[in-house]
């Protein structure tokens, strides 16, 4: 059963290289990130299960490469150790997508080795009910299951934002950053993915994966930080 979750943004501006001289901007981001992933390797998990958005869905092993060249970075990392092992069956194979690369990264700089490590991408227009039945199964796929979970809220915030200014956005990332900080699976499961498309928010289909995992563990959870710059939500929270 899921014993413990780190909600984390997703974007690639998270890595200082690719950031460059902006990287100071999201210092906060990044120590509470440490922060959550510390919560993780210390509830002694079986199983890590990396989730992240992405345009299709897939499985990912422990050690598959992720690259942030496409950002003009020649910077390489691996979910979890690279164990040198051939891929599995069920695995997607190639390399990660965006979101799990940026968990790479997280990993990496936490130096994990608590748990072997699993990865799986949500495609991002996975309907509430496939989110959660897809968490239900993660969620049992061990005895001692933890999940890092990588999403961001709107992208709307701003004039400046990536989808321009939405005067419904700050009421959606208040929602997201409530039912996290809370640890409230019904309220992630509600969130409207229909809105959540219109504001590009791409965490709401790992935070409703993470919601099926959660039905019923009793998790406790704590936001650890919450922001928008460039005007996109950002939250980091932990589950424990």
């Known amino acids: ?6 909600v984390c943004p997703a974007p690639p501006l998270l890595v200082p290289e690719v950031a460059a001289g902006a990287a100071a901007e999201l210092g906060a981001a990044r120590t509470a990130c440490s922060d959550a992933l510390a919560v993780l390797a210390a509830s002694r998990p079986d199983l890590l299960v990396v989730v992240g958005a992405s345009a299709e869905g897939g499985a990912y092993d422990q050690g598959t490469p992720g690259s942030f060249a496409g950002y003009g970075v020649d910077l390489t990392v691996t979910l979890g150790p690279d164990l040198g092992e051939p891929p599995s069956e069920h695995a997607t194979g190639g390399t ?6 940026v968990a790479g990264w997280l990993l990496g700089q936490a130096r994990w080795a608590a748990a072997p490590v699993a990865g799986v991408a949500v495609a991002a227009d996975l309907a509430p009910s496939g989110c959660g039945l897809l968490g239900a199964d993660l969620g049992g796929s061990a005895e001692r299951v933890a999940m890092l979970v990588l999403g961001d809220g709107s992208a709307c915030r701003t004039l400046k934002a990536p989808g321009y200014l939405d005067e419904r956005a700050a009421g959606f990332d208040e929602a997201a950053a409530r039912a996290l900080g809370a640890a409230d699976v019904a309220a992630l499961a509600a969130l409207d993915p229909g ?20 039905e019923g563990a009793g998790l406790t959870g704590r936001l650890l930080y919450e922001d928008a710059p460039y005007g996109v939500g950002y939250f980091v929270a932990a589950w424990s």
């Open 1 to 6: 059963m899921l014993v413990a979750a780190a």
């Open 96 to 101: 990660l997508p965006a979101s799990l690369a």
């Open 195 to 214: 809105l959540a498309a219109e504001l590009q928010a791409a965490g709401r289909a790992p935070w409703q994966v993470l919601a099926g995992a959660a």
